[in-house]
């Protein structure tokens, strides 16, 4: 069996900001594993400065990574534990990296969500409040939001609704740059084919229910037509799906930063 995917990604700097802080990428290579797919969002904090340098400083080193390290680590033999290993190096790398450019200067700080699908299984490592779902028979958000809030709901301490409406929602408690050293979540999994994967930064998501991100990113989806030999042809309308989505938001009047990777999974037997 091989693997294929259709991405696509959209930003915008929404309805008042002046600056787009959120930076991302979506990368599709053939590999000696056969195609991976890979995606990293980053949300430079809106209230630090120069968000958008820390984020597309994350953003550019693990592209690069992906361009010219992982198929090094793929010659060798993948190892899901060296994986893991060599994504917690590179975040503190990039800690290290945003730290020294704001040093005695300004504080900078992002988040940092990084996807990779590769032989039927995805693997993320994660810091701060971007999200990633996969949605195929249902919908699963795979990460978890690294807020004061929501390790306050987990703790039992507030309700899902009050968190939505406290004024220390957008409180994380790590993201890089800002604190001597970081720690990711590293999450992995299996998917299938006709699954859909979404990266998003928490502006694409604060005015959707989740039944809503499935409609709008999965469901509409599944009336086309997935052969390999039409993916420019979906991206396309891929493209076009998170333009419509992001436009609403606006015209509901979000207020952050609109970003979304949307990545669909293909496959064929051999």
């Known amino acids: 069996m091989r693997w294929h995917y259709t991405v696509a990604a959209q930003t915008d700097v929404g309805t008042t900001k002046t600056v787009n802080q959120d930076s991302l990428t979506v ?18 904090m809106g209230g630090l ?8 400083i994350v953003v550019r080193t693990y592209e690069q990574w992906f ?7 793929l010659s ?20 290290e990296r945003v730290r020294d450019y704001g040093r005695g200067r300004m504080t900078m700080g992002t988040t940092l969500t990084a996807l990779l699908l590769l032989e039927g299984r995805y ?15 249902g919908m699963e958000q795979l990460t978890v939001d690294q807020t004061y809030v929501a390790r306050e709901v987990a703790l039992g301490h507030m309700t899902p609704e009050q968190a939505l409406n406290d004024a220390r929602r957008n409180v994380l408690l790590q993201c890089i740059g800002t604190v001597s050293s970081v720690k990711p979540d590293f ?33 509409t989806l599944e009336k086309m037509d997935w052969l390999v030999s039409k993916r420019l ?15 609403g938001l606006k015209e509901r009047g979000e207020r952050d930063n609109i970003s979304a990777v949307l990545i669909k999974v293909m496959n064929t037997v051999e």
Not at 67 to 72: G, N
Not at 76 to 89: A, M, N, P, T
Not at 192 to 206: I, K, N, P, Q, T
């Open 123 to 137: 693997y993320i490592s994660h810091v701060g409040d971007c999200r990633v779902y996969v949605m195929g028979n």
């Open 27 to 44: 990368k599709v290579a053939n590999t000696l594993c056969g195609e991976a797919a890979f995606a990293v969002m980053c949300d430079g």
């Open 76 to 95: 060798k033999g993948f190892s899901e534990v060296r994986l893991k290993q060599i994504w917690y190096r590179l975040a503190n790398e990039c800690n």
């Open 187 to 219: 999450l992995m999994g299996d998917f299938y084919a006709g699954d859909s994967f979404l990266a998003c930064s928490d502006g694409f998501r604060h005015n959707l229910t989740e039944a809503d991100i499935y409609e709008y990113c999965h469901t």
């Open 49 to 56: 400065e120069q968000g958008e340098v820390a984020s597309s």
């Open 233 to 247: 042809e979906n991206s396309h309308f891929m493209n076009g799906r998170l333009r419509a989505i992001i436009d």
């Open 67 to 73: 361009l010219r390290e992982l198929p090094q680590l």
